[in-house]
């Protein structure tokens, strides 16, 4: 098993994190009860863009702020429903419906109109609950910080479209009957449930990909433990080549600053 020691803000020092990277590590996490797997959007290794960048990740927060940590492979799209069945106990979060998931579906192809007209590979998965998780793989050229508020600035576009589906409120009362947009996943050391992740749901559903044809047509609980791996006996590994289809969104960004 593999580790790498990095400079944690939250616990002021360094702290050893675990990489499961192969197939023997994967095995020995499932023994110990650990099937929900919550990955980063940063990698260790400079392959294939990262190069320019420092592999010094311990010491102190300028070093991981300096580091491969802190410019992510992905840009990310959350899109959560909330849109309650009726069915939920007070103060609970909304939970599966299929007007709910309809909605998010028609959310997230809006969204990958947009980023189409941006020329920017998009891939969708389901995130195994109620919602959809839509990564855009970049080259490591823009940090956290840049990165976020690139999301943020296309979730306020896809606002001012489309009003009465989406939202970007903080504040969970105000999300009520919307498809939330959260742009605040792209941060350093937050996570999503990593693709063909279990999650702990009476349902045993999986956060799987979906071809982009398929959005709307299918449904979460069709994801299984169980009916994973006749899936991928019939369409493969639909992200196999996401880190191939990285594309330049700093150079977009600087091609739509306005001139002087």
Known sequence: MESVRLFSEHNEGDQEYLMCNNLPTLLWLGQLADLELHTWYSRVSPEPDGHHLSTEFAGSVENIDRSLLNFPDFMVFDLDPYIYSGREAKGDEPELNRKAFAKTCEVALWLKELLDSLS????????????????????????YDAVRSACQTIGTFLLRQHPREVTMEWMVEKRTGKVFFDHNQNARGKTLASVYSPRPLAEATVSMPLRWHEVGKVYPTEFTI?????????????????????????GLLDSVQPAG
């Open 120 to 143: 920017l590979s998009s891939f969708v998965k389901t995130s195994g609950r109620t919602g959809l998780h839509i990564y855009v793989p970049i080259l490591r050229w823009l940090d």
């Open 226 to 250: 169980l009916t994973t791996p006749d899936r991928l006996r019939q369409v493969g590994d639909l992200w196999a080549g996401i880190l191939d289809a990285k594309h330049d969104l700093k």
